[in-house]
């Protein structure tokens, strides 16, 4: 079984999301790990006036036994979409709030199609500002790896 590759997948959701439309010549698409904080995008965002897509690994992984004869190991993950608003304009938040997770929920069911049986069946969709004026909502999701128990010769010396 190939192994989950998170980036990967968020990118080509932010590439084929319509509501995102990440290019090459138009960064909408971003990735961070655990540690990283959302403002550390504050720069980034204020130079783009659309909905982007950050990719978060939340660096947290827990290896379980499955129930049967083999391994679990559970990744979660965050993605967010976010979108600049007005305060100047009425429901400019409500409508990127909104906005951000009807994409959101189109990625779960992505991932379930594509993921089903390893994705760990709940997610969540809070809500909040991100920075620099953009709000959008957070998707939380695991996903389930089962690695075998085959030890690669070459990590260790004869």
Request: with cysteine; glycine share 6%.
């Amino acid at each position: 079984m190939n192994k989950f590759d998170f980036f990967a997948f968020a990118e080509e959701m932010a590439r084929r999301l319509k509501g995102i439309h990440h290019t090459d010549q138009k960064c909408r698409f971003f990735k961070a790990n655990g540690a990283d904080s959302a403002t550390t995008f504050d720069d980034k965002l204020s130079s783009i006036g659309s909905a982007v897509l950050l990719a978060v690994n939340k660096g947290v992984a827990d290896t379980d036994i499955n129930g049967a004869e083999g391994l679990e190991d559970k990744a979660s993950y965050a993605i967010i979409i976010a979108s600049p608003t007005n305060d100047n304009v009425p429901g400019s938040r409500t409508a990127a709030v909104q906005s951000a997770e009807d994409m959101l929920v189109q990625i779960r069911n992505v991932l379930l199609q594509r993921y089903g049986t390893r994705l760990v069946k709940s997610s969540r969709y809070p809500g909040d500002v991100l920075g620099d004026n953009f709000y959008g909502k957070v998707l939380e999701f695991t996903i389930a790896d089962y690695p075998d128990y085959s030890v690669d010769s070459s990590y260790f010396d004869e």
